[in-house]
């Protein structure tokens, strides 16, 4: 879609600055061929491994394993293993299926990176377990399909009809069972005695936990950030705190070589490293609340770019919209408010002007194919886009300035 990705020549798109600070990847491969490299695998930041990972083909996915720690092996499970509350099956198999070729000190590290839940409802969702107390009634029931005998004796174990999927479930259980036997008994037998929602719920309270610690918000905490701010509602104040460690996050203050967003003039204008370390980290905050509330998931790159040019620019509208374009009062506020609030007021103008638009629409029909219908369209969205006219095509983009409202509100008015 146009809209994110075209918007004037604003520091050369603000988003792949924060993307290439939080999220892009480090060249793994590189790192992979010395030994200083190897070392430092286990210092990488979860999204940077994540992608890094993704990036990777099978064989250098091999190679990456013996140098990732437990705690990134969970982290990776936990950023593609799950969509808002949901288990996604297909992303756990992917990942560990790689247990089933690596050494055994390897493969027993993956293991115990995942969360027993998701081995639960592995069981639970993508075979059939029978416990064997009456064989023989159970293999005529399986009949000529795929199935696995486990090898303590005790459970038979229906696969999926699609026999890539069997074969990958099929090895993937043995291997189980032959680093640790008990533990795989254990699994199967709780899945049986649970619910599949049991099971979800109490994985998803132990990622949700896991993924607030590393800055990434739960889907439903995260809808805060559409929060309706009526005009002149006060903005709550931060609170004052001594600092005495900043987290290291891997940012620093932008070079502005446009002057149009008063957010990162204002942002430049910070003289405490500690203070501006601190503001980034808000947007950070509050693009992660965005991409969870939106339900973008973190592997998807452009849909990430995304959500960072939404917090980017709504935040811009918000803290213009409040600070009524005095630069002097945007640094203020920059030092006294939090950005989520000045997101809220952002968004909160824009659902006042996709209001105006739905009225307008259903009162004044426009012609089909028009501009002033795709004017109307783009402003109607749940999160409003501006509609413009450029070089003969019709393009959308998000609305990040006072202007912006000033100049979409004199079209929508004029439709009346």
Known sequence: MDSMNSQHSLIQQPEDFVYRSLYAPVSVRELLDSADGRGRIRQLSVAHLFFAAKDLESQEVARLLPHVTEEQWTAILDLD?????????????????????????VARKLIRAADPELWELIFKREVRVYEKTEEDEHEQEVGEGEYLSTPDGNFLVVLPSESERAGLLRDLILRLYELEPQYAAHLILSSQWRTSQ??????????????????????????????????????????????????????????VENQELILFRALAAIVSSDEAQILLEELVFVGNKIL?????????????????????????????????????????????????????????????????????KNNSPQEFGSFEEAFLEGLSEGYPLLVEAQDGRIKKRLLSTVKDLKNAREILHSLK
């Not at 293993?81 to 000190?105: H, M, N, S, T």
């Not at 998931?297 to 005095?326: E, H, P, T, Y």
Request: proline fraction near 4%; include cysteine.
């Open 81 to 105: 293993g799950w969509l808002c509350d949901k288990v996604r099956p297909e992303a756990f198999i992917f990942w560990q299926r790689y247990i089933i070729a690596a050494q055994d000190a």
């Open 198 to 255: 049991e099971i979800e719920e109490e994985g998803y309270q132990s990622r949700k936990k896991r993924m607030e610690e590393l800055g990434f918000q739960d889907y439903f905490d995260a809808l805060e950030v559409y929060t309706y701010l009526p005009l002149g509602e006060p903005l709550p104040e931060k609170e004052i705190k001594i600092i005495s460690s900043v987290s290291s996050l891997p940012v620093k203050l932008p070079q």
């Open 292 to 360: 969870s509330a939106d339900q973008v998931s973190i592997a998807d790159q452009a849909k990430v770019k995304q959500g960072i040019r939404k917090a980017i620019m709504g935040v811009n509208l918000g803290l213009d919209w409040w600070s009524d374009g005095d630069f002097s009062k945007a640094v203020k506020g920059l030092q006294g408010h939090y950005l989520q609030s000045f997101f809220q007021v952002g968004y909160s103008r824009l659902e006042e002007l996709r209001k105006e638009a739905l009225i307008a």
